[in-house]
């Protein structure tokens, strides 16, 4: 089964570039596989020695090699490592069991036990956790943002519990980094959005963050980006630099826009009823682990932001042009995004916009 998903995402790797419909076939392909795999027992069993043993499935919205992937993969070793061998954790990539909607849904079942989800795909569903879509929110500094998401009462109890609501716990959020803009025009200023088609995620408030510029925006998955873009379908899309270069996008984009306008925030998430009854030894080790991950994340996540703008420079064959905004033109969009916080509140929160305050103070009060 796990050598099967494992050929399935090289093929992914080689075809994510040149055709949509052998991606989208390679995806309902996984999902006949998993299915024919059955569960993995979440709960322990007993094994030849009398111990228990634990078989469990995480899955990722990213491909061998990207920061999700490498994020599980290490997680699954150390935790397998941390039980002697007593936890063995299958780790699915991207296509591996369908869309990134289809995996918030075998989370929310228990289909799977671990997922690293964005908040993107969540937003018809847990509308506060589209607070991630609000533009220059997070300070500029990545690090400090991280430092944010790592102690953020708002985010690790409040919204916590709004998740839990949906069977899904998030134990933590970590940036892949800084998001940036590619397009089919360049795009320096708000009006150059003006009528762009913009692919995004499916949470409604991401949407309305490019209306708010004037853009044309259509959530797709990123399994269409790279053929969407290509064909005009969508002419912009957001992502970190290493997504961008490792997704080939800029391939068949002519500009890269240095916006920092947002961070990526992905959470590591469980599901909420088989947590809770795993015992708290093992509790205590999934927790500990998850802690340690937030270090590792950050460093992983920047070695190949760093590496990945180096790739697209260097990629002459298909030469992208970098555009990097100073403060000034930064300022006339962060101006054009303040009234979608209000939206926030007055349309989209639950609870008055409460969490959001709370994390606006939290983020005031890192001095950044
Ligand atoms: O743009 C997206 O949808 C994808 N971007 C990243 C950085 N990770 C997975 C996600 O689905």
Not at 55 to 80: C, L, P, S
Not at 320 to 334: H, K, M, S, V, W
Request: glycine content about 8%; hydrophobic content about 35%.
């Amino acid at each position: 089964m796990r050598a099967n998903i494992q050929k399935l995402g090289e093929v992914i790797f080689i075809f994510k570039k040149k055709n949509l419909l052998a991606l989208m076939t390679l995806v309902v392909l996984g999902m006949v596989l998993a299915a024919c795999g059955g569960n993995g027992e979440g709960d322990g069993s007993a094994s030849g020695d009398g111990g228990e043993t634990y078989n469990w499935k995480f899955v990722t919205e990213e491909i061998d090699g990207q920061v999700q992937y490498e994020y599980a993969e290490e997680f699954a070793k150390r935790m397998n490592e941390k039980t002697d061998g007593a936890v063995n954790i299958d780790v699915y990539e991207f296509g591996g069991l369908g869309s990134e909607t289809d995996q918030v849904e075998q989370l929310q079942s228990g289909t799977v036990e671990m997922a690293v989800m964005s908040p993107g795909f969540t937003g018809n569903m847990v509308k506060e956790g589209q607070l991630f879509a609000l533009h220059f929110l997070f300070p500029d500094s990545v690090e400090t943002t991280q430092q944010i998401l790592n102690d953020s009462e708002a985010l690790n109890t409040d919204l916590r519990e709004l998740y839990e609501e949906h069977s899904i716990s998030p134990l933590s959020y970590w940036t892949e980094g800084a998001m940036q803009w590619t397009s089919s025009r360049a795009i320096s200023e708000p009006a150059d959005f003006e009528g762009l088609k913009m692919r995004t995620q499916t949470s409604p408030l991401i949407l309305e963050s490019y209306k708010a510029y004037g853009a044309d925006p259509q959530s797709m998955s990123w399994g269409e980006l790279y053929t969407g873009l290509d064909q005009g379908t969508v002419e912009g899309q957001e992502n970190p630099i290493f997504f961008i270069g490792d997704a080939s996008f800029h391939e068949v984009q002519d500009y890269m826009t240095i916006s920092n306008h947002n961070n990526y925030v992905a959470m590591t998430t469980v599901n909420t009823d088989w947590y809770e009854g795993l015992d708290e030894e093992m509790q205590s080790t999934i927790d500990e682990t998850v802690e340690e991950m937030q270090d590792w994340v950050f460093e992983e996540q920047k070695k190949q932001n760093e590496e990945y703008l180096e790739v697209i420079k260097n990629d002459t064959e298909n030469p992208t042009e970098i555009i990097e905004l100073n403060e000034e033109q930064r300022n006339a969009f962060r101006e054009k995004a303040a009234p979608v916080r209000d939206f926030y509140r007055e349309e989209v929160s639950t609870v008055d916009g409460q969490i959001l305050d709370k994390l606006l103070e939290e983020i005031d009060s890192s001095g950044q």
